[in-house]
T-cell receptor, first 117, second 114 residues
C-alpha cells in the first residue's frame, strides 16, 4: 500500500514570496490533515478535511495560509506572503475516518521542509 | 484543555540498557494516547496506542507503555535499547471528540551510545 506522498521535499524562498505544498493521501482515506512542525516542537494542526469539506481550521493563519481539497483526494496548502516564522516542516497525514466511535490511525507523509530567508 | 507534557527533552542511554521516556497528559474526556517516533528525514511512525482497552500497551520494536489514570501518565519503556532506537519520540493525545485531530507533546530526543 502506497503511503502519503508530499512534494516538494524541500523549499527555500525569500520572505514575502508565495509557496505551495502538495499532498496525496493514502487511497480511500477520507480525512486529511496538515500539520506545521517548527524546529524543536511537536507538530501542530493547521487544518483538517473530511472529504472535501473543512472540519477544523481554527489554528490556520487565514490572512496568509490557505488550503483546499477540491475533489476530496489531493490537497494543496499555500502560504502567501511567507514570513520568516513560517520556516518549518509541513506534514500531511491521512486517516480512513475521524470522529466518535473509535480512533483511526493517522499516516504521515515525509513532510516538506520550508526555509524562509 | 487537552495537552501532553513530555518531561524530558533529551534522554541518553547506553545500548542494551533500559529506556524510559516520560509523558503526562491532561484531558477532560477519556483520551486516546499514542507514542509516535520520528527518525531524521523520515515521516512520523506510530509506535503504539491506548484506546481504553488494556492499560499496558505493547507496540512495535519492543516498546511498551502503561496508561495510569491516577497519575495521568503514559510513559514509554523498552527493556534494552538498540542503536536504531535513536530518534525523536512524541507523546500524543486525541481528546476523542468528533473532528479533533492529534495534540503532540514537544518531543523527547533519545540518544543511544555504544
Amino acid at each position: 500500500e502506497a503511503g502519503v506522498a508530499q512534494s516538494p521535499r524541500y523549499k527555500i524562498i525569500e520572505k514575502r514570496q508565495s509557496v505551495a505544498f502538495w499532498c496525496n493521501p493514502i487511497s480511500g482515506h477520507a480525512t486529511l490533515y496538515w500539520y506545521q512542525q517548527i524546529l524543536g516542537q511537536g507538530p501542530k494542526l493547521l487544518i483538517q478535511f473530511q472529504n472535501n469539506g473543512v472540519v477544523d481550521d481554527s489554528q490556520l493563519p487565514k490572512d496568509r495560509f490557505s488550503a483546499e481539497r477540491l475533489k476530496g483526494v489531493d490537497s494543496t496548502l499555500k502560504i502567501q506572503p511567507a514570513k520568516l516564522e513560517d520556516s518549518a516542516v509541513y506534514l500531511c497525514a491521512s486517516s480512513s475516518r475521524s470522529g466518535t466511535g473509535g480512533y483511526n490511525e493517522q499516516f504521515f507523509g515525509p513532510g516538506t521542509r520550508l526555509t524562509v530567508l | 484543555a487537552q495537552s501532553v507534557t513530555q518531561l524530558d527533552s533529551h534522554v541518553s542511554v547506553s545500548e542494551g540498557t533500559p529506556v524510559l521516556l516520560r509523558c503526562n497528559y491532561s484531558s477532560s474526556y477519556s483520551p486516546s494516547l499514542f507514542w509516535y517516533v520520528q527518525h531524521p528525514n523520515k515521516g512520523l511512525q506510530l509506535l503504539l496506542k491506548y484506546t481504553s482497552a488494556a492499560t499496558l500497551v505493547k507496540g512495535i520494536n519492543g516498546f511498551e507503555a502503561e496508561f495510569k489514570k491516577s497519575e495521568t501518565s503514559f510513559h514509554l519503556t523498552k527493556p534494552s535499547a538498540h542503536m536504531s532506537d535513536a530518534a525523536e519520540y512524541f507523546c500524543v493525545v486525541n481528546p476523542n471528540q468528533a473532528g479533533t485531530a492529534l495534540i503532540f507533546g514537544k518531543g523527547t530526543t533519545l540518544s543511544v551510545s555504544s
